[in-house]
C-alpha cells in the first residue's frame, strides 16, 4: 500500500427516529443563522420539513431557506446559494436531501467564505480551499456518499462540465433509514447502483494483492448486492434502506481508497454524458459499466475473478472464464434491478445522437490508474455500443 493520512471528518448519527435528537444537539455548534438547503417539494410534502424546523424553533435559530436544487447540480445555483448566504450573514449550512443538496453547499460552504471564484480557483490555479462555513446533512437519499466527504460533483453548464469540486465536508451526518421512505423506487435503486460502482471503481484501480483495501470494497460489494435483492423484494424494507445508507457511506468516505490509485473511468464518462443530458447518474453508469469492463476485463482477469466469485458467486475454477463470467453477472445484475441497459433507454434533456456522443467522448476525463487506458476514440466507440 502507498502512503497515506487519514481522518474522519464527519459524526454519524445512525438509525430509526434519530434525527430530532441528533439534529438539537448539532445546532448547539452551527451559530444563530442556518441555511437549510434542500431540492424540490416532496421534503415539505412528506413532512421531514416540518420535523427540522421543528428543532430550529426549539433551539431558536433563525433559518434561511434556500431550495430548488436540482438533481445534477449546477455551478450557477451554488453561486446562487452563496450570494444568498452572504447577504444574510448565514452562519453555517444545513443540507437536507440527497447527494445533489449536498454537493452544492459544499461549494456555497467554501465559496461564501471567499471572494475568488471556486471554479477557476480550484480546476485552473489548483488552489483547494481552506476555509468554510460549518456544514452539517441530513440524508434523505442514498447513494453518493456525499456525507462523508469534502468532495462535490459539479455541472458548469456554460462549458457543459460535469465534474468534481473540493467543497467543505459535513461536520456531522444525519442517516435515518425512515427519511427514504418516499423516495421513488427506481431513484432508490439507481442510488444504490452507484454505491455499489464506487467501491467496484475503488476496487479495479492499481493496487498490490491482497490489501485491505480491496476487501473491504468487496464486502461493500456483496453487501450492497444482497440488500439491493431485498429491496427489490420489498421496496419498504427499513433494515435493507439502513444497511445501504451505512454502505453508500462506507463507499465514499475514503476507507476504500486508502493506500491506492483509484479507477473511476466509468463515472468520468458518466458525469460527460450527464452534462450534456442531465440524465439519471446511476442509470447512466448502469449503462456505461458492463461496455468498459469487457474492454478491462482481459488485463485484469484475476481481480475481476475474485470479484466474481466473491459478489455474484461465480464458481468457474479458471480465472479468465471466472473473470468473463462475473462481467456477464454483473450485467444480469443490472437487468434484474429494472434498470436501463441502453442509452436510449434514459430520461434526457436532448436527443442522444452519435454527434452528442462525439462530444461526450472529446470532453471525458482519461483516467490512467484503471486495467485499461482508453483513447477518446475508445470512448466514442464504447459509447456508440450502448446506444
Given at each position: 500500500m502507498m502512503h497515506f493520512d487519514f481522518s474522519f471528518p464527519t459524526r454519524v448519527h445512525f438509525g430509526i427516529d434519530v434525527l430530532e435528537r441528533a439534529l438539537a444537539s448539532e445546532l448547539a455548534n452551527m451559530g444563530n443563522t442556518v441555511m437549510l438547503a434542500y431540492g424540490g417539494s416532496s421534503l415539505k410534502e412528506n413532512g421531514v420539513f416540518d420535523r427540522v424546523t421543528n428543532v430550529f424553533d426549539a433551539a431558536g435559530k433563525r433559518i434561511v431557506e434556500f431550495g430548488g436544487v436540482t438533481p445534477n447540480p449546477t455551478y450557477a445555483k451554488a453561486q446562487e446559494g452563496t450570494a444568498l448566504a452572504r447577504a444574510?450573514?448565514?452562519?453555517?449550512?444545513?443540507?437536507?436531501?440527497?447527494?445533489?443538496?449536498?454537493?452544492?453547499?459544499?461549494?456555497?460552504?467554501?465559496?461564501?467564505?471567499?471572494?475568488?471564484?471556486?471554479?477557476?480557483?480550484?480546476?485552473?490555479?489548483?488552489?483547494?480551499?481552506?476555509?468554510?462555513?460549518?456544514l452539517g446533512a441530513v440524508v434523505t437519499a442514498s447513494g453518493t456518499g456525499a456525507e462523508m466527504n469534502a468532495g462535490a460533483v459539479i455541472t458548469n453548464e456554460a462549458i457543459s462540465i460535469k465534474t468534481g469540486l473540493l467543497g467543505t465536508a459535513p461536520g456531522f451526518a444525519i442517516l435515518d433509514p425512515k427519511l427514504t421512505i418516499t423516495v421513488p423506487r427506481m431513484q432508490v435503486i439507481s442510488g444504490a447502483f452507484d454505491t455499489f460502482s464506487h467501491a467496484m471503481e475503488t476496487y479495479f484501480g492499481a493496487s498490490d494483492a491482497d490489501n485491505p483495501s480491496d476487501s473491504i470494497a468487496l464486502a461493500v460489494m456483496q453487501n450492497t448486492v444482497a440488500n439491493i435483492r431485498r429491496l427489490l423484494a420489498d421496496i419498504d424494507d427499513t433494515d435493507a434502506r439502513g444497511n445501504l445508507m451505512w454502505d453508500s457511506a462506507m463507499a465514499e468516505n475514503g476507507l476504500l481508497k486508502l493506500g491506492r490509485a483509484t479507477d473511476f473511468q466509468a463515472h468520468q464518462i458518466e458525469h460527460q454524458l450527464g452534462a450534456f443530458t442531465d440524465c439519471n447518474h446511476g442509470q447512466g453508469l448502469a449503462i456505461i459499466h458492463p461496455a468498459y469492463y469487457r474492454r478491462a476485463v482481459a488485463a485484469a482477469s484475476s481481480k475481476f475473478a475474485r470479484l466474481g466469485r466473491t459478489v455474484f458467486g461465480v464458481t468457474a475454477a479458471d480465472d479468465q472464464a471466472a473473470a468473463s463470467d462475473a462481467v456477464e453477472a454483473l450485467s444480469a445484475f443490472i437487468e434484474e434491478c429494472g434498470l436501463p441497459t441502453k442509452l436510449g433507454q434514459l430520461r434526457s434533456r436532448v436527443e442522444i445522437t452519435p454527434e452528442l456522443l462525439r462530444r461526450v467522448a472529446d470532453t471525458t476525463n482519461l483516467v490512467t490508474s484503471g486495467p485499461v487506458r482508453l483513447s477518446r476514440d475508445d470512448v466514442y466507440d464504447m459509447l456508440l455500443e450502448c446506444l
Open positions: 444574510e450573514h448565514v452562519d453555517a449550512v444545513l443540507a437536507v436531501g440527497g447527494g445533489s443538496v449536498i454537493d452544492c453547499c459544499k461549494i456555497i460552504s467554501v465559496q461564501a467564505k471567499t471572494p475568488d471564484d471556486i471554479w477557476k480557483l480550484e480546476l485552473e490555479q489548483r488552489v483547494l480551499p481552506e476555509d468554510g462555513l460549518p
